[in-house]
C-alpha cells in the first residue's frame, strides 16, 4: 500500500501567486481530510470530504482557500493569492469510513511545506 | 465542545527506561475513540495506538501502552524501554463515534530521548 501521497513537498512562492497542493488519498478510503499545521494554531483541519463531497469547511481561513475533490482519488488545496501568513505544512490524511474495520483511523501523507516570500 | 489538553509541553527520558506522556479532555459523549499520533523530525504523522471508549481494556501495541481512565477523561501514553527513533512530537485526538469525523488534536507534547 503507497500510502497518501502529497505533493510537492516543497513549495516557495511569492506573495500573490497562485499555490495548489495535491493528494491521493490511500485507494478504498471515502474519507478525505486537509490540515494545516503551524507553531502558533498546531494542527487545525480546514476541510473533510467524504464520498467526495465537501462535508465540513467551517475550518477553511478565508475565500482565498478552497479545495476540490473530482474524484476518489484525488484532491487539491488551492491558495489564490497567497500571503506570508499562509506559511505553514499541510497535511493530508485519509479514511476508511464505511462500516470496515478501524474506519475511523486517520492515516496522514508526509505534508507539503509552504513558504510564501 | 470538545476539547484535548495536553500539559506537557517537553518531556525527557533516558534511554531503555519509562516515560509517560499526560492527556486530558472533555466531553459529554459517552463512546469515542481516542489516539496518539506521533511526529518525528521528518514530520510524517504515524498512528501510534487507538482506544475505544467502550473498550475498558487498556490498549496495547508492543512497547506503547495506555491508561485509560473514563470518569477521570484521562488518556495518558506509556512508553517502555525508550529508544532514540521514539524522539518526536507526540499528539493526542480525540473523535465521536457519530455524525462529525472530526478529529480534535491537542497541542503536542515533545518527547527527547537522551543516549
Known amino acids: 500500500d503507497a500510502g497518501v501521497i502529497q505533493s510537492p513537498r516543497h513549495e516557495v512562492t511569492e506573495m500573490g501567486q497562485e499555490v495548489t497542493l495535491r493528494c491521493k488519498p490511500i485507494?478504498?478510503?471515502?474519507?478525505l481530510f486537509w490540515y494545516r499545521q503551524t507553531m502558533m494554531r498546531g494542527l487545525e483541519l480546514l476541510i473533510y470530504?467524504?464520498?467526495?463531497?465537501?462535508?465540513?469547511d467551517s475550518g477553511m481561513p478565508e475565500d482565498r482557500f478552497s479545495a476540490k475533490m473530482p474524484n476518489a482519488s484525488f484532491s487539491t488545496l488551492k491558495i489564490q493569492p497567497s500571503e506570508p501568513r499562509d506559511s505553514a505544512v499541510y497535511f493530508c490524511?485519509?479514511?476508511?469510513?464505511?462500516?470496515?474495520?478501524?474506519?475511523?483511523?486517520?492515516?496522514f501523507g508526509p505534508g507539503t511545506r509552504l513558504t510564501v516570500t | 465542545a470538545q476539547t484535548v489538553t495536553q500539559s506537557q509541553p517537553e518531556m525527557s527520558v533516558q534511554e531503555a527506561e519509562t516515560v509517560t506522556l499526560s492527556c486530558t479532555y472533555d466531553t459529554s459523549e459517552s463512546d469515542y475513540y481516542l489516539f496518539w499520533y506521533k511526529q518525528p523530525p521528518s514530520r510524517q504523522m504515524i498512528l501510534v495506538i487507538r482506544?475505544?471508549?467502550?473498550?475498558?481494556q487498556n490498549a496495547t501495541e508492543n512497547r506503547f501502552s495506555v491508561n485509560f481512565q473514563k470518569a477521570a477523561k484521562s488518556f495518558s501514553l506509556k512508553i517502555s524501554d525508550s529508544q532514540l527513533g521514539d524522539a518526536a512530537m507526540y499528539f493526542c485526538a480525540y473523535r465521536r463515534i457519530s455524525g462529525t469525523y472530526k478529529y480534535i488534536f491537542g497541542t503536542g507534547t515533545r518527547l527527547k530521548v537522551l543516549a
Open positions: 485507494s478504498g478510503h471515502n474519507s
Open positions: 470530504f467524504n464520498n467526495n463531497v465537501p462535508i465540513d
Open positions: 490524511a485519509s479514511s476508511p469510513g464505511g462500516g470496515r474495520d478501524r474506519a475511523y483511523e486517520q492515516y
Open positions: 482506544q475505544e471508549a467502550y473498550k475498558q
